[in-house]
């Protein structure tokens, strides 16, 4: 089954939750200008002991975080609260561009789940491959991706599929406008639309690849196995030193001198705009997401439950 390839079901097939404990830690960040930052990483309660795959942010007070058994857990600014998912299937990927308009890819069955404002509800997808991610650019440019090459795309009306021109297991997706959005997925493929068509990018990597995000078109990071991070300067994409040879899971960016990586083992690092650099949290945890809101406001969410929340002085 091309579904058992995923890593994310390798992972639960392979380990127990870990358990979650209570913590702080600090650990410190090189700033842009090379002076050293104490970034303090606190523990928020989840609510849930359920594995969290997936993170995304409106604002401070609008964060979605979901995962196993069809979780989704809301932050208000101040708790961490349950929402019903319309699903029992694990969700893998959220995306939102309003209150009203946030996309929850449920991975099995081409599942699909919508939120609008007041509850989720499912969407039909036309497709029965598993969903891997989703990305929101707008009301009306939705595309999610998964196995067998799977792309589909959402024009504000219905779920149609663009031919991505491979069978390769697709495991996120992100747009940075209508003709610049890019696929990731196994074996360092990169794909590229540019409005008309998908077509294979080099990627500096034979990794997989598990996240992707940017600030513009020029500035855009990718991130998977062995510590793999390959960047995009707008022309070609080059790997870059990750300081780390843990498997990375998720990446989000501020700006081009403010970008969080996190992964296996509680791996937290973070770039200057000039290199990467690891730092140990203390967490054992496995990180699957993170979210930047701003450069004071940061969530990484993982196994068990674990939301961990950095407050930048």
């Known amino acids: 089954m091309h579904r058992a390839r995923t890593r994310r079901v390798r992972k639960i097939i392979a380990r127990a939750l870990v358990p979650v404990v209570l913590l702080s830690v600090v650990v410190t960040f090189a700033g842009g200008c090379g002076s050293a930052t104490s970034t303090t990483w606190k523990q928020q309660s989840s609510g849930t002991g359920q594995n969290l795959y997936g993170v995304t942010a409106l604002d401070a007070k609008h964060i979605w975080a979901v995962g196993e058994g069809g979780t989704i857990r809301f932050f208000d600014g101040s708790s961490w609260q349950g929402q019903a998912s319309a699903t029992g ?9 309003d209150r009203t308009h946030v996309w929850a890819a449920a991975g099995r069955g081409g599942t699909m789940v919508f939120f609008n404002g007041v509850s989720w509800k499912q969407q039909a997808t036309g497709t029965t491959h598993a969903l891997n991610s989703v990305f929101a650019l707008d009301r009306t440019h939705v595309w999610a991706v998964g196995e067998l090459g799977t792309i589909l795309f959402y024009n504000g009306a219905s779920w149609k599929a663009q031919d991505s021109q491979t069978t390769i297991m697709l495991f ?39 996240n992707i995000t940017s600030t513009d078109a020029s500035h855009v990071w990718v991130v998977g196995d062995g510590g793999a991070i390959s960047f995009f300067n707008g022309t070609s994409w ?53 979210v930047a809101v701003n450069r004071v406001n ?16």
Do not use: C, M
Request: charged fraction near 15%.
């Open 89 to 97: 299937h694990d969700i893998y990927h959220v995306s939102g561009t």
């Open 172 to 210: 996120n997706v992100l747009a940075v406008d209508s003709t610049h959005v890019w696929a990731i997925g196994e074996a360092g493929n990169i794909l590229f639309y540019d409005g008309r068509k998908w077509a294979a990018q080099a990627s500096g990597t034979g990794n997989a690849l598990y």
């Open 238 to 290: 080059s790997a870059q030193s990750s300081a780390t040879t843990s498997q990375l899971i998720g990446v989000s960016a501020l700006d081009p001198t403010h970008v969080w990586a996190v992964g296996r083992g509680g791996t937290i690092v973070f770039f200057n705009g000039r290199e990467w650099k690891a730092d140990v949290s203390g967490v054992g945890a496995e990180l699957n997401g993170v």
């Open 298 to 313: 940061i969530w990484a969410v993982g196994d068990g439950g674990f939301i961990l929340f950095s407050r930048r002085p």
